[in-house]
């Protein structure tokens, strides 16, 4: 029998990041920039996983920049972000809520293996 396939929805992962990113800076600029990029991927009317190119470029979104792209790269190719998981270390603060939790052991970008 074949095991269940876990779904998840990829933006709101990455905004879960993005927002738990926001949380563990200490300017209001750093902060209100990840807001808006967590924003950004939860307005997206694709999944991220269907915006990346097969060259691996990103399209340009309102909104993101190189740090939330990081993010987004990182999350898409292992499930999590040592970036945001570094940051809220050292800011000694906790995250509440995180997106993450609802499928664990599962890789992101396994869930557009079935595309084509």
Not at 32 to 43: D, I, M, N, S, V
Not at 92 to 114: K, N, Q
Request: charged share 25%; proline share 6%; hydrophobic share 40%.
């Amino acid at each position: 029998m074949e095991a269940p396939r876990i779904y998840a929805d990829v933006n709101a992962v990455v905004g879960g990041y993005l927002r738990d990113l926001a949380f563990a800076q200490s300017s209001q600029q750093k902060m209100f920039g990840c807001k808006r990029a967590a924003a950004a991927t939860l307005a997206l009317d694709r999944p991220l996983t269907d915006l990346v190119g097969s060259d691996g470029a990103w399209p340009k979104i309102p909104g993101i920049g190189p740090g939330s792209t990081r993010v987004i790269r990182e999350v898409l190719e292992t499930g999590r972000s040592p970036t945001v998981e570094q940051a809220i270390e050292a800011s000694g603060r906790r995250t509440v809520g995180r997106l993450t939790g609802f499928w664990p052991g599962s890789r992101i970008h396994s869930l557009s293996a079935d595309r084509d």
